[in-house]
C-alpha cells in the first residue's frame, strides 16, 4: 500500500525530469536566491511563522525554513515572494510539524 | 531615484508601527490579501514597522483589528502631503501661480539678439537694419516675420549673401552669410598693358601676347608700359588690339629702416586677481559692488558673459601682473629688426619671388633706441595688367 503511494507521487515528478521542467514551477516548491549572506529572496513560501530581527521563520511547502542572522529586515514581501536582508549567518530546513 | 521610488513619492505613502503581540499574523494576512508592505523592520518585540501606500492604508483597518493588532502612522512621505500641506498657503500658491505666468509670459518676447557667421561686417550694422525692418528687442516674437526680415535685410545689406532669423525661445539668432568678393575678370578680348608694379632693372622678359615696348637690363618705374596689346598691321594699315600677357622677372631692390627699442618688457603675474560682476538688464549696466574701474595698475583682464531671458551677467576676472624691463644687446636688437623687417618684406614682394641678396645694418640713435636698415634684392615678376579703353572708330 505505501510503495504504491510513492509511485503514484513519483509520476508528476517522472514527467517533470524527463520533460526537463523545473520542479518549481510544476509543484509550489520554494526557490531560494542568494546575495552572498546580505539578501534573500524566497519564491513560493507559505507564512511567516515568526520574526524577530535575528531570527525569521518561514513555512514553505512541506518544509520549515529558518534563518539566523542580525538586523534582518524584510524589504519586501507580497504573496509570493518573499526579500529579506541583512547579516544571514545560518539556513535550517525542517520538516513542518502539521 | 529610482522609478518605482518615484511613482510611490508621486502616489504618497506613510511609515507605519504596527504593534502587538500577532505582527506576523498581519504581515501575513497582508501578503495574502496583496497589500504590500516594504521595508519592514523589528524594532522592538512587540513593534514593526514597516511603509505601505496611502491607498492600501485604507485597508488595513479590518486586518489589524482581526489580528489583534495596533497601527499608528508616523510618517507621511510624497508629494500629495507636500500638496496639501501647501494647500492652506494660498499666497504661497498664488507666488508660484504669478510666477509661472511670469515665466510664460516673459518667453513671448525677444529678449535678445544674436548674429552669427559675420566676418567682415559689423554686428551693430546687422542689427540697425533689422531693427528698421522691424525687429526689436522687446517685441512679441510670434508678430516676427521670418521671410520679410530676411528680404528686407539682405536688400539694406548688398555685402550679404544669405540671412536667416531664427526663434529660439526668447532669443533671436540671425545666421548670415557673407558674400565672397568677385575678383576683376578680364576677358581674352580685351584690349590690356602689361605695366611695371614697381622700379626695377629687367633681367628677362617671357612675352606671351602683345609686343614688348622695353628690352632686357632695362631700368623702368612704377608704371611703365612694358608689353602693350596693341599691335600694328601694317599691310591693313590700322592696329589690332588685344589682351597682352608676359612674365617679367625684374630685380628690385628695396630699402627698409625701422627704429626699434632696446628695453624689451616681460610681464609677469603676480597672483592676486579680483572679479567684478555686472548685471545687464533691458540695455542697462549695473555693476554689482564695484566702481567699474580696474583694482590694479598693470593687469590682464578676461571676461565672462552669460545671458538668460535678457537678463545678462558679466564676470569681469583682473589678475595683477608687474613689468619688468630689461636692457637687450645692439647686435640681438638688430636681429630680431632684421627678421621682423624681412617677414614684412615677404609680405610686399609678388609671389614666387626670389630673395637674390640682403644686407643689415644698425645705428645706435641713444641709449634705448636703434634704428635698423635692410637693403634688399629680389627677383620678381614685376607684371602687372592693366585695362585700356580701345580708342573710338577702330578695332
Known sequence: MKRRKTAKHNIPKKIAKTLDIPEDILFDIPRITMMSNRELRIENYKSILEYESDKISLSAKEMMIELHGADLDITIITDEEICITGYIVSIEFSKLRS | ?395
Not at chain 2, 183 to 210: L, R
Not at chain 2, 229 to 256: F, H, N, Q, S, T
Not at chain 2, 362 to 383: F, G, H, P, Q, R
Open chain 2, 1 to 395: 531615484m529610482s522609478v518605482p521610488a518615484l511613482i510611490s513619492y508621486f502616489r504618497g505613502y506613510l511609515t507605519i508601527t504596527v504593534t502587538g503581540r500577532f505582527c506576523e499574523r498581519f504581515i501575513n494576512v497582508c501578503a495574502g490579501r496583496k497589500i504590500l508592505l516594504w521595508d519592514i523592520k523589528k524594532i522592538s518585540p512587540y513593534s514593526v514597522r514597516c511603509k505601505i501606500s496611502v491607498s492600501a492604508f485604507k485597508k488595513l483597518a479590518s486586518i489589524a483589528y482581526h489580528t489583534g493588532v495596533a497601527v499608528h502612522i508616523n510618517i507621511k512621505h510624497g508629494f500629495p502631503f507636500f500638496l496639501r500641506k501647501y494647500k492652506k498657503r494660498k499666497i504661497a500658491l498664488f507666488g508660484a501661480l504669478i510666477f509661472l505666468i511670469a515665466v510664460i509670459a516673459a518667453n513671448q518676447f525677444v529678449w535678445d539678439i544674436e548674429v552669427r557667421g559675420n566676418y567682415k561686417i559689423p554686428e551693430e550694422k546687422i542689427i540697425t537694419a533689422l531693427n528698421e525692418s522691424g525687429l526689436k528687442i522687446g517685441m512679441p516674437i510670434s508678430r516676427i516675420d521670418q521671410q520679410e526680415l530676411k528680404k528686407d535685410a539682405l536688400l539694406k545689406i548688398p555685402e550679404l549673401a544669405w540671412l536667416w532669423v531664427e526663434k529660439k525661445g526668447s532669443k533671436v539668432i540671425v545666421d548670415v552669410r557673407e558674400k565672397i568678393e568677385v575678383p576683376e575678370m578680364f576677358s581674352p578680348s580685351d584690349y590690356c598693358n602689361i605695366v611695371a608694379s614697381k622700379d626695377a632693372i629687367i633681367e628677362n622678359m617671357t612675352v606671351k601676347n602683345g609686343v614688348p615696348v622695353v628690352e632686357k637690363g632695362e631700368t623702368v618705374l612704377a608704371g611703365t608700359v612694358l608689353v602693350t596689346g596693341k599691335i600694328p598691321v601694317p599691310a591693313k594699315m590700322l592696329d589690332r588690339y588685344v589682351r597682352a600677357d608676359a612674365e617679367i622677372l625684374a630685380r628690385v631692390w628695396y630699402d627698409r629702416r625701422e627704429v626699434f627699442s632696446k628695453i624689451s618688457t616681460t610681464r609677469h603675474e603676480t597672483g592676486n586677481t579680483k572679479n567684478h560682476y555686472t548685471l545687464h538688464f533691458l540695455g542697462k549696466d549695473i555693476p554689482l559692488f564695484h566702481k567699474n574701474k580696474s583694482p590694479y595698475k598693470e593687469f590682464d583682464v578676461t571676461e565672462k558673459r552669460y545671458t538668460l531671458f535678457g537678463l545678462g551677467f558679466t564676470k569681469k576676472s583682473y589678475e595683477e601682473i608687474t613689468l619688468q624691463e630689461e636692457f637687450l644687446s645692439d647686435g640681438s636688437v638688430a636681429d630680431f629688426g632684421a627678421a621682423q623687417i624681412m617677414q614684412k618684406l615677404e609680405e610686399e614682394v609678388a609671389p614666387n619671388s626670389t630673395l637674390k641678396s640682403s644686407e643689415v645694418s644698425y645705428t645706435v640713435l641713444n641709449d634705448s633706441t636703434i634704428e635698423v636698415c635692410v637693403k634688399a634684392e629680389y627677383l620678381e615678376n614685376i607684371a602687372i595688367a592693366q585695362k585700356e579703353e580701345v580708342p573710338e572708330g577702330l578695332n
